[in-house]
């Protein structure tokens, strides 16, 4: 029996979205196989060690609640909290209140957590020093993946192809001449009109279009809220198209599916507020070629990112030219029974439990190779 310690919520826009894919994780985990912990980071970044009934409601329930309170665990020490501080050996240990500290069961850890802090390689920095084994991404792909520039750089590196983009920095906003300069580049190399979104976002948060010089300001302005680098884009008139990626070494990519949204483009609201915001399917129905193209690119995009464990990777096909090409890659996909990622993986005769126990096997196996290297050196 192995104990997992599911961690949910957290600081980021994505809070809402991660209760959703952690009751659904809670709920498809087998008893049979395995402990639960759960940890629920609130809005503020606090981890909150839930009660043994909060993992009795999240099995029979569709929802976990948010985590309002709790035995206060956290990193750095939090005033009359309980710290939980990184061991070696011990996983997380935390203080008693009288002082002492008190071994947490876990064998491994499960970040169900989207966005800023959770899937950007801070928790999974925080695990690496902890000695424990987590599913998904390291600190190195977890921090590509989120960074949609540093992404796409890379992959150009490899010559795959991505839509075309200029990175804005909030520093550079205020300087005069900037959106003139802004406005000649964006003429110069795609024209109008542009897509402008948060390089280190997701859920569509900060993100729009802007068809000129007055929408593109607004539209800067709001992205430049939630990251200090901002993407502007050629607007791609695209169908959507989304690849489950799984495995470390041999990742293997699943049959991609389609997301058509009711919006203009697959904004917060088609994602999460409006019922029939999207429509999802599986399989996309595009061709033989583009499949082949997609899923052959998702492989290729997942290995220069440095990844391990899942990916979702999206995809752009463009509906003037026909041509395949990368948007984003997330590291810690949505994960609810009708989210993308688990269905594409059960389309492919991967049903929810098994690719939840195919994730611990890949988060145990990477961290058994990672174990057997050397951290020491003797001249
Ligand atoms: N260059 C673009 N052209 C047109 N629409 C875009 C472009 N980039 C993003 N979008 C739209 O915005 C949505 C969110 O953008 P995305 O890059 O996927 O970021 P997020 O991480 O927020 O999902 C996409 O699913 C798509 O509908
Ligand atoms: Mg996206």
Redesign the pocket.
């Known amino acids: 029996m192995k104990t997992i310690a599911i961690l949910y919520g957290g600081k980021s826009g994505e809070h809402e979205v991660s209760l959703i894919s952690a009751a659904s994780i809670v709920r498809n985990l087998d008893p049979a196989k395995y402990e639960l912990l759960l940890i629920g980071i609130t809005k503020a970044g606090v981890w909150l060690l839930q009660e043994p009934s909060v993992l009795k409601q999240a099995r029979a329930k569709a929802s976990l609640k948010a985590a309002d309170e709790g035995d206060m665990v956290g990193l750095p020490p939090i005033k009359g909290g309980r710290p939980v501080y990184a061991a070696p050996g011990a996983g997380l240990v935390a203080a008693t209140p009288s002082g002492g500290v008190e071994a947490l069961p876990c064998d491994l850890v499960f970040p169900v957590l989207h966005g800023t802090f959770g899937e950007d390689g801070t928790i999974q920095g925080l695990l690496e020093c902890a000695g424990l084994p987590y599913v998904g991404a390291g600190v190195l792909g977890s921090a590509v993946g989120m960074d949609?520039q540093v992404a796409k750089e890379l992959w150009i590196r490899e010559g795959l192809p991505v839509?075309d983009f200029i990175a804005v920095r909030k520093a550079d906003r205020a300087n005069p001449g900037f959106m003139a300069s802004l406005t000649r580049k964006i003429e110069a190399r795609f024209g109008w009109p542009c897509?402008v979104?948060p390089a280190c976002?997701?859920?569509?948060?900060g993100?729009s279009?802007a068809s000129d010089l007055a929408s593109l300001e607004k539209a800067l302005d709001d992205a430049l809220l939630y990251d200090e680098k901002v993407l502007v884009?050629?607007?791609?008139?695209?169908r959507?198209i989304e690849c489950a990626v799984l495995g470390n070494e041999a990742p293997k990519a699943f049959a991609p599916g389609e997301?058509v949204?009711t919006h203009e483009?697959?904004?917060y609201e088609a994602k999460y507020k409006d019922p029939n915001g999207a429509a999802l399917r599986i399989p996309a129905p595009i061709s033989p070629q583009q499949t082949e193209a997609v899923m052959a690119l998702a492989l290729r995009a997942y290995k220069a990112c440095a990844l391990s464990g899942m990916a979702r990777v999206?995809f752009?096909v463009d509906k003037r030219t026909g041509n395949v090409l990368l948007?984003?890659v997330?590291t810690i996909p949505g994960f609810t029974a009708i989210s993308m990622y688990p269905r594409l993986c059960g389309a492919g005769g991967l049903a929810y439990g098994a690719l939840l126990d195919a994730l611990v096997d890949l988060a145990a196996e990477r961290f058994e190779r990672r174990a057997s290297l050397k951290f020491s050196y003797e001249a």
């Open positions: 949609k839509v897509f979104k976002c997701g859920s569509s948060v993100a279009k884009e050629q607007f791609i008139v695209a959507e997301i949204p483009f697959y904004d999206d752009f948007n984003e997330n």
